[in-house]
């Protein structure tokens, strides 16, 4: 095989290869929960469901908890 046919071959094989990665954002360490004091129920029914750390805009926001039936 020529040379330029064998290098050809080695950088098409090593694009699929690479073209199969998936590259991840490193996310910082999320913070630890959280206390909420939970509020009497609204009615009967309900059910709390506990507050938790998003990611979004470059950082872990809070989203309180909330009850819900």
């Given amino acids: 095989m020529s040379r330029i046919l064998k290098a050809t071959l080695v ?3 090593m694009a699929a290869t690479l ?3 998936i590259v991840e954002p ?3 360490r999320r913070p630890p929960p959280l ?3 939970v509020p009497v129920a609204p009615a009967p029914n309900y ?3 506990a507050g938790h750390y998003r ?3 470059g950082q872990w926001l809070w989203v309180p ?3 819900r039936y």
Avoid: D, F, Q, R
């Fill in 47 to 49: 059910h709390w469901v």
């Fill in 26 to 28: 490193v996310h910082p």
């Fill in 11 to 13: 950088a098409t094989l």
């Fill in 35 to 37: 206390v909420e004091v």
């Fill in 55 to 57: 990611w979004g805009g």
């Fill in 65 to 67: 908890g909330h009850w």
């Fill in 19 to 21: 073209s199969g990665c």
